[in-house]
């Protein structure tokens, strides 16, 4: 915090970086040019990052005092009141950064303004910021603001589940359940945002006619560009999709295009727009339905055997299930267990189903209830597996409950281990 009282005549308190000869060490500080020759400064203390401070600045007869935190000055200059009347003012400054050492990388937040009236402290009636490129200042009121660093740019196109681009989708940047930063894209679908400070962020696109799609990323440094995509699998999907649209997309999970391809998760929610479209709301919290699904596997297994892997669960009633679909992973050492899947063999019967080497996705469109279903696969060890024992994946069961938006996930219980012999 700087104090002006003329050009050239100033008075500081804060915190700064030291260099040598103690590298990324906080020092509280007080400087000061009182003079034409140039400034002088002091160090006052060992500080510690991401902790919050009251510094004072203010004069009293013929001498000016600095305060850290109340309680005795830590500097006093004295005899120079007469030659500065103006010039009194008290802050409170917090440092931001969370890295460790700190970065200086000027993120922080400055309140409770005030100056010195008579013999008592009133808050800043205005405010006044400026800042050089790439580094900002936001106002929050008169007597307070943020300082940041220079800010990361996100960029990135809009587009549809199937791989279209969409223009006009607001795309809006929250941190903490506050928006940051907002924007529409573009007839292209392109977008531009801004990220102020590091950590996680959700995108959320919005469109008419669309579903809402949210996204986390991360921003893990300041002054840097990043990309983030809301197309294809991060990408929109219509509230009411024709089959048409869904087969497509049942095809990009089966076989992937590229950049366009899908999983099993993503055609599950195109599924459910399908088979309930444009209705909105659904999938609450208070609908979710506890479902255990239990793996089964054989206690022993020899190279080159192949055997069915079972996983089981009851839908109970009344409630209905439709989309849903299971994912289980087989074991990939000494390399991938190879898993098939033959059509009609769970039950029901599955609607779609893939299986891509250690990895079994099966899918029904129900609805279901009242009832138990089972997804059988079959794997096949690989030759020259040696004995031990081994470890199938995290699996899991995603279901959408009684028309519901949004899907619930449990993972696969039971059997997650085979001995090989």
């Known amino acids: 915090m700087t104090v002006y009282f003329e050009e050239d005549r100033w008075i500081e308190v804060?915190?700064?970086?030291?260099?040598?000869?103690?590298?990324?060490?906080?020092?509280?500080?007080?400087?000061?040019?009182?003079?034409?020759?140039?400034?002088?400064?002091?160090?006052?203390g060992s500080a510690q990052a991401g902790t919050s401070h009251q510094y004072r600045i203010y004069g009293v007869d013929d001498n000016w005092y600095v305060y850290i935190d109340g309680g005795v000055p830590v500097e006093v200059f004295e005899g120079y009141g007469s030659r500065w009347p103006d010039g009194n003012l008290y802050g409170q400054s917090e440092s931001e950064d969370?890295?460790?050492?700190p970065e200086n990388e000027l993120t922080g937040h400055f309140w409770d303004l005030e100056y010195?009236?008579?013999?008592?402290?009133?808050?800043?009636?205005?405010?006044?910021t400026t800042a050089d490129s790439p580094y900002v200042v936001t106002r929050i009121s008169d007597t307070e603001f943020k300082t940041y660093g220079p800010p990361s740019i996100i960029t990135g196109v809009t587009g549809e589940v199937?791989?279209?681009?969409?223009?006009?989708?607001?795309?809006?940047?929250?941190?903490?359940?506050?928006?940051?930063?907002?924007?529409?894209?573009?007839?292209?679908?392109?977008?531009?945002?801004?990220?102020?400070?590091?950590?996680?962020?959700?995108?959320?696109?919005?469109?008419?006619?669309?579903?809402?799609?949210?996204?986390?990323m991360p921003v893990n440094e300041l002054g840097e560009e990043y990309e983030f995509?809301?197309?294809?699998?991060?990408?929109?999907?219509?509230?009411?999709?024709?089959?048409?649209?869904?087969?497509?997309?049942?095809?990009?999970?089966?076989?992937?295009?590229?950049?366009?391809?899908?999983?099993?998760?993503?055609?599950?929610?195109?599924?459910?727009?399908?088979?309930f479209p444009a209705k909105g709301g659904g999938g609450e919290e208070e609908t979710r339905v506890d479902v255990t699904v239990r793996r089964y596997l054989p206690a022993s297994v020899g190279p080159g055997e192949t055997f069915a892997g079972w996983l089981l669960f009851y839908v109970p009633s009344p409630y209905e299930f439709s989309p849903l679909g299971v994912t289980d992973v087989a074991p990939?050492?000494?390399?991938?267990?190879?898993?098939?899947?033959?059509?009609?063999?769970?039950?029901?019967?599955?609607?779609?189903?893939?299986?891509?080497?250690?990895?079994?996705?099966?899918?029904w469109y129900?609805?279901?209830?009242?009832?138990?279903?089972?997804?059988?696969?079959?794997?096949?060890?690989?030759?020259?597996?040696?004995?031990?024992?081994?470890?199938?994946?995290?699996?899991?069961?995603?279901?959408?409950?009684?028309?519901?938006?949004d899907p619930f996930i449990v993972e696969i219980e039971g059997d997650d281990v085979v001995r090989g012999s």
Request: aromatic share 12%.
């Open 162 to 216: 199937n791989c279209d681009e969409l223009g006009g989708v607001t795309v809006e940047l929250k941190k903490g359940g506050v928006v940051k930063d907002s924007t529409t894209s573009d007839g292209d679908g392109d977008y531009e945002l801004t990220a102020l400070e590091k950590g996680s962020y959700l995108l959320e696109a919005t469109k008419q006619g669309f579903r809402e799609q949210k996204e986390w």
């Open 229 to 275: 995509d809301l197309i294809a699998q991060t990408g929109l999907i219509p509230d009411a999709p024709d089959m048409s649209y869904v087969l497509l997309c049942v095809n990009r999970w089966l076989f992937p295009p590229g950049e366009c391809g899908l999983t099993m998760s993503k055609v599950l929610a195109v599924v459910n727009a399908w088979l």
């Open 116 to 128: 010195r009236s008579g013999t008592s402290w009133a808050p800043w009636d205005d405010m006044g």
């Open 98 to 101: 969370s890295e460790s050492p």
């Open 14 to 44: 804060g915190w700064i970086k030291k260099t040598d000869p103690y590298p990324d060490r906080l020092e509280f500080y007080v400087a000061y040019q009182l003079w034409d020759e140039g400034f002088d400064i002091e160090d006052k």
């Open 366 to 405: 129900g609805p279901y209830s009242g009832r138990y279903m089972f997804a059988v696969y079959h794997v096949t060890v690989p030759q020259g597996t040696e004995p031990g024992l081994y470890s199938f994946g995290d699996g899991w069961l995603e279901y959408y409950v009684d028309n519901g938006d």
């Open 332 to 363: 990939d050492v000494p390399e991938d267990w190879e898993v098939t899947i033959e059509e009609g063999k769970s039950s029901p019967a599955a609607d779609l189903w893939k299986a891509t080497d250690n990895r079994a996705e099966i899918a």
